[in-house]
């Protein structure tokens, strides 16, 4: 009984997906079957605000530019994570709140020694 019950509630999740992918897939070929194409060197050439480029668009970054964006990425999961612990809080007692300290801890700690080393600092 509840694996008919399971079978069902997933059913409308996958007819959605399937109705996603066929139209998609209708439509990108719609539209490479039906719409214009003129190319030329003008439009096939490299654009850069409408001037030509000047320099190698490969060139390093600096290391500092992706530890800033890994320090994104850690604190946007964090709040990922952060927001459905604040609603099921009162459902997770206690150890809910132990272990999400100890995961804002670590945040924290790692957040403190690139602070330290002077990856934060932009030249």
């Known amino acids: 009984m509840e694996e008919a019950l399971v079978k069902d509630s997933y059913l409308p999740i996958l007819v959605f997906l399937g109705v996603a992918f066929v139209l998609s897939t209708v ?5 490479r079957i039906l719409g ?3 190319p030329d ?26 530890l800033i964006a890994i320090l ?5 999961l964090e709040i990922a994570f952060l927001f459905p612990w604040a609603v099921s809080l009162a459902h997770i007692g206690w150890f809910g709140f132990i272990s999400m300290m100890v995961f804002l801890s670590i945040l924290t700690v790692g957040f403190i020694y690139e602070w330290r080393k002077g ?5």
Do not use: M, N, Q
């Not at 439509?27 to 539209?31: A, D």
């Not at 096939?44 to 490969?58: H, I, K, Q, V």
């Not at 994104?72 to 946007?76: G, N, V």
């Not at 990856?119 to 030249?123: D, Q």
């Open 27 to 31: 439509l990108v070929i719609l539209s």
């Open 36 to 38: 214009p194409s003129h």
């Open 41 to 66: 060197t003008e439009k096939l050439s490299a654009y850069e605000c409408g001037f030509a480029p000047f320099d190698d668009a490969r060139k390093r970054f600096d290391v500092r530019f992706y």
């Open 72 to 76: 994104f990425i850690i604190f946007d």
């Open 119 to 123: 990856a934060l600092e932009w030249e």
